[in-house]
């Protein structure tokens, strides 16, 4: 069965850059969802998309942006990185807002230098 | 503000043991609790999918509890094998779309 992409699978930053994560989810899910995870840490979420629109937000820093596209594949953009930024970055998506299972990607892992 | 705990942190048997993974959450008011698995550096792998209307959850040797009005779940391992070396997450959703994970479970099983 298919699973959620994320590209890249590992970035190497260096202060100040930015960097784009891209997330592509099931077939059929509508909604998406970031989290990151710091080393040693539980998953921490950051943000969601519903049919496009922004749904939830949660602790995402305002450096950070995020969309979803008219082909429900979703892109987390970050700028002006920090060392802090440093983590696994996971998407997952599910079918619907409510009582949907949500399934994860494999993450990517951003280093920032 | 939902906390969610689980315990053991860690918990180390050796093979084919039965087991039981504890969670707890201080908001009863919950849509649905997941559990999933994550091997070292990897994703998040869901296990099983409780809604709040239900008591439990079975997938082959494993099996998941919800009491939502104690504020627990209890993930149950069969006859546990090496490949079941893991961390164990339990996730919670309340009203808005966020999964509130706890700090997780790190079991291994050895031969």
């Known amino acids: 069965a298919a699973g959620v992409i994320q590209s890249p699978r590992h970035l190497i930053k260096e202060k100040r850059e930015t960097a784009t994560l891209k997330c592509y989810p099931i077939?059929?899910?509508?909604?998406v969802y970031w989290y990151q995870q710091g080393p040693g840490q539980d998953p921490q979420f950051l943000i969601s998309f519903y049919e496009k629109m922004q749904s939830d937000k949660g602790s995402i820093p305002d450096r950070f942006s995020a969309q979803q596209f008219s082909d429900y594949h979703s892109e987390l953009n970050m700028s002006s990185l920090e060392l802090g930024d440093s983590a696994l970055y996971f998407c997952a998506s599910s079918f619907g807002r409510g009582g949907g299972e949500q399934f994860f990607g494999p993450g990517t892992r951003l280093t920032v230098l | 503000k939902q906390e969610v705990t689980q315990i053991p942190a860690a918990l180390s048997v050796p093979e084919g043991e039965n087991l039981v993974l504890n969670c707890s959450f201080t908001d009863s008011a919950i849509y649905n609790l997941q559990w999933f698995r994550q091997d070292p550096g990897k994703g998040l792998t869901s296990l099983l999918l409780?809604?709040?209307?239900?008591r439990e959850q079975t997938s082959g040797r494993l099996n998941a509890s919800l009491d939502k009005s104690s504020g627990r779940s209890t993930l149950y391992i069969a006859a546990s094998q090496p490949g079941d070396s893991a961390t164990y997450l339990c996730?919670?959703?309340?009203?808005?779309?966020?999964?509130?994970f706890g700090t997780g479970t790190r079991l291994q099983v050895f031969p």
């Open positions: 996730a919670v959703k309340g009203g808005t779309d966020k999964l509130i």
């Open positions: 077939p059929r899910h509508d909604t």
């Open positions: 409780i809604q709040s209307s239900q």
